[in-house]
Antibody, heavy 121, light 108 residues
Framework: EVLLLESGGDLVQPGGSLRLSCAAS????????MSWVRQAPGKGLEWVSG????????YHADSVKGRVTISRDNSKNTLYLQMNSLRAEDTAVYYC??????????????WGQGTLVTVSS | EIVMTQSPATLSVSPGERATLSCRAS??????LAWYQQRPGQAPRLLIY???TRATGIPARFSGSGSGTEFTLTISSLQSEDFAVYYC??????????FGQGTQVEIK
């Protein structure tokens, strides 16, 4: 069974930083691309970042480009999202997502339960 | 940058009736289109991929169709557990994971 367990969500002040983690199990982690998808309170889904199975290719949405870095440690089966210069509009539940293939141009097959990031003073 | 537009924003349907949801892409995504269901307080789950293939464990009352820029999700006979928000997502063009804004299916 595929399991994705996010952690690291917290209340942080504007301009602050946070690192989200996603511990994966139940599949060969390095064979699949992964993504972060967020959902602001009462809003729809927004793709944030994607990374290939090898970690060699990363993509970020324009809304977070320059402030966010996606990475992975295939030896630890863990996905990360480093978030800097946080803004109020980054407040959302952040979902870890396992894609169907090795590239970011793939559907989401599995979702974690999400971790809440709140940016507020 | 590709834009995905879903309609209607809200669909009111009686249990047992048919629901038809639409998703339009601003440029062709071929058949690289997925549909997800999100129930209140839950993470989304994959329903349909490749525009028309049901994901594992998804009931046959869910069906998808379309290609290029126009797509449809049909729920043939709505059950109580189907009242939820539905999102389409393209995975063909940049940005690689663009979602539509969602359609809320509510009880009439």
């Amino acid at each position: 069974e595929v399991l994705l367990l996010e952690s690291g969500g917290d209340l942080v002040q504007p301009g602050g930083s946070l690192r989200l983690s996603c511990a994966a199990s139940g599949f060969t982690f390095s064979s699949y691309a992964m993504s972060w998808v967020r959902q602001a309170p009462g809003k729809g889904l927004e793709w944030v970042s994607g990374i290939s199975g090898s970690g060699g290719n990363t993509y970020h949405a324009d809304s977070v480009k320059g402030r966010v870095t996606i990475s992975r440690d295939n030896s630890k089966n863990t996905l990360y999202l480093q978030m800097n210069s946080l803004r109020a509009e980054d407040t959302a539940v952040y979902y870890c997502a396992k894609l169907s293939g090795s590239t970011s141009y793939s559907r989401v097959d599995n979702w974690g339960q999400g971790t809440l990031v709140t940016v507020s003073s | 940058e590709i834009v995905m537009t879903q309609s209607p924003a809200t669909l009111s349907v009686s249990p047992g009736e048919r629901a038809t949801l639409s998703c339009r892409a601003s440029q062709s995504v071929t058949s690289n289109l997925a549909w997800y269901q999100q129930r209140p307080g839950q993470a989304p789950r994959l329903l349909i991929y490749g525009a028309s293939t049901r994901a594992t464990g998804i009931p046959a009352r869910f069906s998808g169709s379309g290609s290029g820029t126009e797509f449809t999700l049909t729920i043939s006979s709505l059950q109580s557990e189907d009242f939820a928000v539905y999102y389409c997502q393209q995975y063909n063009n940049w940005p690689p994971g663009t979602f539509g804004q969602g359609t809320q299916v509510e009880i009439k």
